[in-house]
């Protein structure tokens, strides 16, 4: 039996000549014969926790800065009728900070044998899965003096997506796209790429695209249009080793990593190329292979969202030879990694070779803001050397950079805020050049 603040200031009120010799409150409650009969009705009238029944409703997955409402469905089999309070607890990372008890705790009244709906909303701050832990109820009795309390498990998981937030700059890369597709006037083509059709000529066109066989049968200048070759394979390999946890601004090199491929994924899919993921430490954490365009990026996502950075060293070889196996033809394989130069001068250079000598590689990596901010500031002898400091690691990335270079492979460091988009312009032209 719980009792409440109430029954306590009853109880200190009708007991108070003999407070001194109960110490407690069940003794003071034993002296007060009527408050005591009062608080045991009250209590046998409150509807009894054990039996009543719970069902659960409502959204499943979420990007992560959205809000998720999953509804709560209380059942009162019992004679009684329930007074409750009602905490429906979840991660403290399903809800901003400093209002997760508004925002899971709830009052609710259930006539004997009906039920009730309540709905929590959830604000998640970090992506994975979000599992409801347990639903506390406290049953009162009418006049509020006694209550029974329980717990019942109620399971139910939200996923938490990535956010995707480059996809605004899906549509510019899209118009680009269908410049190059042909499918609007462009003055250049790029290299490689497949006969489309023929069309007028058009002052500013190439000369070199001139059909002079269909210019001879026709009394005007006809030219070829060319349009990239579809039906490419890209392989986007995402390392999740100890690099990746780094945190760059306010969230981690990962997520910075995973915005990049979203964008990346959904560009090369509306292309017709075909996209495959693989996500990799010294095992496979995620993988997704072989899915329709209308099917890849809500499986990418998905597979995404658990996706945490693993503590460990990155097994430069166990990748190489993953994504070989995921890329038996020639492909697009971009590595999503760090620049530092330990990991790539000790793991990956040495297996480069193995992967530029049947595919095109492209490594794509997320650049720190704040080094570039130490670079530029002056004034103070800190700042000098903060300066020193961030032009000697911007120097070191270029190193690393241009090793990468010599091996045959497109480098592209940004920001995170400026890597998704640059890793869309990249693929755009080497499809352009007909390297894919």
């Not at 003999?18 to 009969?37: C, D, E």
């Not at 709906?117 to 959830?122: A, E, M, Q």
Request: with cysteine; proline share 6%.
């Amino acid at each position: 039996m719980a009792l409440t603040g109430r029954t306590a200031l009853l109880a200190a009120l009708g007991s108070l000549p003999v407070g001194i010799l109960a110490p407690s409150w069940t003794g003071m409650l034993a002296v007060n014969a009527p408050l005591s009969l009062a608080i045991l009705c009250d209590y046998a009238l409150a509807a009894p926790v054990r039996t009543l029944r719970f069902t659960r409703s409502g959204d499943t997955s979420v990007r992560l800065g959205d809000a998720a409402e999953v509804q709560l469905t209380v059942t009162n089999p019992s004679s009684h009728r329930l007074r409750a309070r009602l905490r429906d607890a979840w991660p403290p990372s399903s809800w901003l900070t400093g209002t997760e008890q508004a925002a899971s705790r709830h009052k609710l009244t259930v006539p004997a044998g009906e039920r009730r709906r309540i709905t929590t909303v959830l604000r998640p701050t970090r992506r994975g899965d979000r599992q409801a832990d347990r639903v506390t109820v406290r049953s009162y009795g009418p006049l509020g003096l006694a209550a029974r309390q329980g717990n019942h498990k109620v399971p139910w998981t939200v996923r938490v997506l990535p956010p995707f937030t480059s996809r605004k700059h899906l549509p510019s890369r899209l118009a680009r796209l269908r410049e190059l597709d042909g499918r609007t006037s462009v003055l250049i083509r790029g290299q490689g790429t497949e006969f489309d059709s023929l069309r007028d000529y058009v002052p500013g066109d190439d000369t070199r695209s001139i059909d002079w066989r269909a210019t001879a049968r026709q009394t005007t200048v006809a030219v070829r249009t060319w349009r990239p070759e579809r039906d490419r394979h890209i392989l986007v390999v995402l390392d999740t080793g100890r690099t990746s946890a780094g945190r760059v601004g306010d969230i981690p090199r990962l997520d910075a990593a995973m915005d990049a491929a979203l964008l990346l994924t959904a560009l090369a899919s509306r292309a017709g190329d075909r996209v495959d993921l693989l996500a990799y430490d010294r095992r496979i954490r995620a993988q997704v292979q072989g899915r329709s365009a209308g099917d890849l990026l809500p499986a990418l996502v998905n597979a995404l969202a658990p996706l945490e950075p693993e503590l460990v060293e990155t097994d430069a070889r166990g990748l190489s030879a993953a994504a070989l196996n995921s890329a038996p033809r020639r492909s697009l394989i971009v590595l999503l990694t760090s620049l530092d130069a330990a990991p790539i001068e000790e793991g990956l250079l040495p297996v480069l070779p193995l992967l530029t000598q049947r595919h095109t590689v492209l490594v794509a990596s997320v650049a720190d803001p704040h080094i570039q901010q130490m670079s530029t500031a002056r004034g103070t002898i800190e700042d000098v050397y903060d300066a020193a400091a961030g032009t000697q690691a911007q120097a070191q990335r270029r190193r690393t950079a241009e090793q990468l270079q010599r091996h045959g492979v497109t480098v592209v460091d940004a920001t995170p805020d400026n890597l998704a988009p640059a890793l869309a312009d990249t693929y755009l032209a080497l499809k352009a050049a007909g390297r894919l």
